[in-house]
């Protein structure tokens, strides 16, 4: 509608997406490699200053960041170039995080099937270990968001249903529907449904923005708010049909159809029926 | 003769010497209704009113129309302690907290659908068989009262409950008043009491919505069926049946017994819809905010016509006189819904002008005697599709991997070429079905039977339909075209040339017709190889 349209500007304008635009920009891939060296080049000046604990940690993440550095060239290279730093056809990973690579690949987003419109969900093709190492991989090039545990996602004790449905309504409603079941965007994109997303994934779709979705900083909404919508996109999942068959949650469009269908169909047929003549 | 019959028979007499009564019920009940399915959407319109009357004071018990800030305290859980207005709040409490309430309120939110979708249904009868025909305009002309009325009832009834999805459809209609150029903004202010969303607009709307539109309702209702009864019934042409005499059922009993058993009908099936299909969920959508929206926001399909006009319109402003004019706006959500409505209601007699009939008319055509006019009703009818399939894009989007963009310019491009193709097309198949019928006449049904005559060659066997089958199929009159009347009396130019013309023409176009066998060549026929 009209008004969704203009939420929706007034929504990106206000900069949500601040950093995700230079992340595009010309310099943005050499200044996070200049970046990222010097916070390399920190991080070993401290780990070989620790003790030999955290140096055998230390060698099981880079054996790791290792064996993603292998499966990203394997698998991802041909987009995004032969060291993350993007090319023609996909976007440099320089500096988005663990948690990006965490939510593109957990959901089969990456690798890429084919270049349509927007990177579709499908079943993983790397399992956990796999998706961890090129997570590691990557968030070793620059920092960026980290994924998130297990051990973070307390929304069942800390999150409020009430409260993340009115936070969903104002924040995630115009794209996702709702009540979560999606809906279409401008040019072809749309905004997938939420039904049967794992809590983990919401919350890194929230810090990362994929794709035409906003960025959801803390400061737009707190980590205790992000935890309350993961309960009610989930309170929502396991919502009752209360009134009887849902018709897809969609509003009126299936009411509408339904009606002329089933029901003009029906008194119709019977109108049909008593008028028949008896013969 | 037994005491009790004893004693209703004085009463009956003491009345009857009294009133007369006796012999206005023999007349009355004696009243003849012709029976055919299609004269029965009617009923299920009236019928499917008053359940709308019954569960709608089934809702009022409970219904608090407030814009009053509540806190949530009922038992839906993903609501609770949110703030929301009292009539979002009571709409829960009759949802979840009052015995039967959900139920009602589908059941009220269904029959509103069954009554649209029925009164147009009613209405495609009346065009296509030209019911609205002298005597009968007035009728048409309340029932095009009632299905703009209907239109607005509906959308008031939905808004009343303040949530996300209907305050979404007040936030459009507001925009289409200040659309209005100079009196829009007062017009906004005066129905809001201030500015938007206010306080008072849902106990506005409830007053219309419960007392002024159904008492209106009533009484164009109460006039609509008086006339039905004075003016009679039509009744589809067939042997025996002429302009001056109706063929049916007695009203008493067997057409009310038919009638009474066909109201729990429509009763039965508009419980069972809500019963098992859930019908706006109005806690899914949540309690209205002015920062909020969904995707996909909808309003019900008897409005989702004029939604799809204002999405498809592209977006044109002017500034002038320091006022902005929408014409995005107010083109496609005032002026072509005002001009379609009003060339609907003129109908009857832009036709009788076009075509220079004034006789009256109780035998209904069948629609393809009436090519043309069928051709119009089927043009309308792929004019409202088209854009009714673009106020649901979004979701049509989402369902069939398509883009908004797609279906927007499918629809922009749709909407101006597919109405004359469905004229022509719908035109054509009307002559053809004519062509067929004078076939049949003349030759008989075809029944598929194949003999094989001694000398080896093959025929099917046409089986001669009955004198009443004839008919039926060969009485309809077929009109002549107007003069083109270009020259007066005197050999001037008409003054009126242009408009003489122009009648003309349309007039031609509604004789267009495949001629019906005549009794001579029928005969003829007969005559030759049967
Ligand atoms: C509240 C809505 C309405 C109700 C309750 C209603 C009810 C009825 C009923 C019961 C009949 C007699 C049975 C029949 O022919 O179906 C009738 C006839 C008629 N109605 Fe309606 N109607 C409504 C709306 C409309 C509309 C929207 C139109 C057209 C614009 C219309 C035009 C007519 C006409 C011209 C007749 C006479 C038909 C004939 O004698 O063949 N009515 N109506």
């Known amino acids: 509608m009209e008004i969704g349209k203009k939420l929706k500007k007034i929504k990106f304008s206000s900069g949500v997406k601040k950093l995700s635009r230079y992340r595009r920009h010309r310099f943005a891939g050499p200044a996070l490699l200049v970046v990222a060296l010097i916070s390399l080049g920190a991080t070993f000046q401290v780990a070989s200053a620790l003790p030999s604990t955290t140096k055998m940690e230390t060698t099981a993440q880079s054996t790791l960041i290792e064996e993603g550095k292998r499966i990203f060239a394997q698998g991802c290279s041909s987009c995004h170039g032969l060291n993350a730093e993007g090319g023609g056809i996909a976007p440099s990973l320089i500096g988005v995080g663990a948690a990006s690579v965490d939510f593109q690949v957990g959901t089969g987003r990456m690798p890429m099937a084919d270049m349509s419109q927007q990177a579709m969900r499908k079943t993983p093709i790397y399992n956990a270990e796999q998706t961890a190492a090129l997570a590691a991989y990557v968030a070793s090039l620059a920092p960026g968001p980290d994924v998130i545990n297990e051990a973070q ?30 809906g279409a965007l401008t040019q072809g994109k749309y905004a997938p449904t939420l039904m049967g997303v794992d809590a983990r994934h919401i919350y890194e779709a929230m810090i990362t923005g994929p794709q035409s979705m906003p960025v959801f900083s803390d400061k737009t909404i707190t980590p205790e708010e992000k935890l309350s919508i993961i309960k009610w996109i989930k309170a929502a999942e396991n919502e009752p049909n209360l009134g009887g068959a849902s018709l897809g949650r969609v509003g009126p469009v299936t009411e509408g159809l339904l009606v002329w269908s089933l029901g003009l169909g029906l008194l119709i047929g019977i109108a049909v029926w008593l008028t028949a003549k008896a013969r | 003769m ?45 019928y499917s009113f008053i359940i709308l009357l019954l569960s709608g004071t089934f809702l009022t018990f409970w219904f608090d129309p407030s814009q009053r800030d509540v806190i949530y305290q009922g038992s839906y859980e ?18 979840f907290d009052v015995r039967g309430g959900l139920l009602m309120r589908q059941i009220h939110h269904w ?130 049946r002429t302009e001056k005499n109706v063929v049916g059922y007695p009203l008493m009993p067997i057409y009310m017994a038919k009638a009474g058993g066909f109201f729990f009908i429509v009763f039965g099936i508009t419980a069972f819809l809500g019963a098992v299909a859930s019908i706006n969920p109005i806690w899914l959508y949540g309690p209205y905010n002015p920062g909020q929206i969904s995707a996909g926001s909808q309003p019900d399909f008897y409005m989702g016509w004029l939604d799809g006009l204002v999405r498809m319109a592209p977006p044109i402003e002017t500034h002038a006189f320091g006022h902005t004019i929408s014409w995005n706006i107010l083109i496609p959500g005032l002026i072509i819904p005002g001009v379609l409505f009003t060339l609907m209601a003129l109908y009857p007699f832009i036709e009788s002008w076009m075509t220079g009939d004034k006789s009256e008319h109780h035998l209904l055509d069948r629609p393809r005697n009436n090519p043309n006019r069928t051709a119009l009703g089927a043009m309308s009818l792929a004019f409202m599709l088209v854009i009714l399939i673009n106020g649901g894009n979004d979701v049509i989007a989402t369902h069939f991997d398509l883009t908004i963009n797609q279906i927007m310019w499918f629809t922009r491009i749709g909407v101006l070429v597919i109405p004359p193709i469905t004229f022509v097309i719908a035109k054509r198949i009307c002559l053809s079905l004519q062509r067929a019928d004078r076939e049949k006449v003349l030759h008989g049904r075809e029944t598929g039977r194949l003999v094989m005559l001694p000398h080896g060659e093959f025929i099917e066997v046409h089986e001669e339909l009955t004198p009443a089958q004839k008919f039926t199929l060969t009485q309809h009159e077929q009109g002549t075209a107007l003069e083109v009347p270009n020259v007066d009396t005197n050999g001037v130019l008409n003054p009126q040339g242009l408009k003489g013309k122009l009648r003309a023409r349309f007039s031609q176009a509604h004789v267009e017709q495949i001629s019906a066998p005549t009794e001579t060549e029928a005969k003829a026929l007969e005559g030759g190889h049967h």
């Open chain 2, 111 to 240: 029959a509103a659908l069954i009554f649209m979708a029925g009164m147009i249904a009613h209405l495609m009868r009346v065009f296509f068989t030209g019911a609205f025909r002298k005597p009968r305009e007035a009728n048409w002309l309340i029932g095009i009262g009632l299905v703009t009325l209907g239109i607005v009832e509906g959308f008031l009834g939905y808004s009343l409950p303040d949530d996300l999805l209907s305050g979404t459809g007040i936030r459009i209609a507001e925009a289409i008043i200040q659309a209005l150029p100079v009196v829009g903004t007062y017009l906004s202010f005066f129905a809001f009491g201030g500015a938007f969303p206010g306080h008072v607009f849902i106990p506005r709307i409830f007053t219309v919505h419960v007392l002024l539109l159904p008492g209106i309702f009533l009484a164009l209702i109460t006039i609509h069926l008086m006339l039905v009864w004075y003016q009679k019934h039509t009744q589809y042409p067939g042997p025996g």
């Open chain 1, 153 to 182: 996602l307390t929304y069942e004790r800390d999150g409020n249903t009430a409260q993340g449905g009115e936070l969903f309504r104002t924040n995630c409603a115009m794209c996702h529907n709702f009540a979560g079941q999606g």
């Open chain 2, 78 to 95: 993903p609501l609770k302690n949110i703030e929301m207005s009292a009539s979002y709040a009571s709409t829960l409490h009759i949802s």
């Open chain 2, 2 to 46: 037994s005491k009790a019959e004893r004693i209703g028979g004085n009463v009956a007499s003491y009345v009857d010497d009294r009133t007369g009564a006796a012999k206005w019920l023999r007349k009355n009940l004696t009243k003849v209704f012709p029976d055919h399915w299609s004269f029965m959407l009617g009923e299920i319109v009236l």
